[in-house]
């Protein structure tokens, strides 16, 4: 099947610095990728829909120029996380859609990012 | 708004039990209905989904059928197994292309042997 990647896995910052986390698609080009968050023992909350050479959609209550994302090509999103505090400690999940594709996503492995 | 609830956990079980995770949505027009399981350390996976009313979804040996009079997708197997230990999540995602998942809590399950 299709396969997803995110990078890092995990990542420690303090707070106040901004740090990047990478989603790939790694067999398959995706037009539209989502980034969500996971509390623990919770849900995933979508943040934002990616899509390839446009600005993301934001859902309600995300800050956008908190959580910058940047979807320039076929294979690869970003969201950076700026101004990182403790309270932006999570888990990050992206997925990716197939072009053509209305119903299946492949999601990444997740990253883990804690702030201190 | 659209949401999607499902029981709580966790769930335990010994194993060639029989499983049933509810789950019950709400939702405007015709959503497509999804179970995805998370093993432990790895991301989420697709395990069956049903896009429109009276569908059956299958894998693994996991059925679950899309219930529009009763807004409810639960999932089932009639004999689990140590390694189907993992969490469950219902979703639902409207039709339209592009449109991203809205997520239920999430049941973990834990089988015994």
């Known amino acids: 099947g299709a396969v997803v990647s995110q990078h890092p896995s995990w990542v420690i910052c303090k707070s106040g610095t901004s740090v990047k986390i990478e989603c790939r698609s790694l067999d398959f080009q995706a037009t539209t990728m989502f980034w969500y968050r996971q509390f623990p023992k919770q849900s995933l909350m979508l943040m934002a829909t990616s899509n390839e050479g446009s600005k993301a959609t934001y859902e309600q209550g995300v800050e956008k120029d908190k959580f910058l994302i940047n979807h320039a090509s076929l294979t690869l999103s970003t969201l950076t996380v700026t101004s990182a505090h403790p309270e932006d400690s999570s888990f990050y999940i992206c997925?990716?859609?197939?072009?053509?594709?209305?119903?299946?996503?492949?999601f990444g492995p997740g990253t883990r990012l804690t702030v201190t | 708004g659209n949401s999607v609830t499902q029981m709580e956990g966790p769930v335990t079980l010994s194993e060639e039990a029989f499983l049933t995770i509810n789950c019950t949505y709400t939702a405007t027009g015709y959503p497509s209905l999804f179970w995805y399981v998370q093993y432990p350390g790895e991301g989420l996976q697709l395990l069956l989904k049903a896009t429109k009313a009276d569908d059956k979804g299958s894998n693994k040996g996991f059925e679950a059928t899309y219930r529009k009079e009763t807004t409810s997708f639960h999932l089932e197997k009639g004999s689990v197994q140590v390694s189907d230990s993992a969490v469950y999540f219902c979703a639902l995602s409207k039709t339209q292309a592009g449109t991203a998942l809205i997520f239920g809590k999430g049941t973990t399950l834990s089988v015994s042997s």
């Open positions: 997925s990716a859609r197939e072009p053509g594709d209305a119903y299946e996503q492949y």
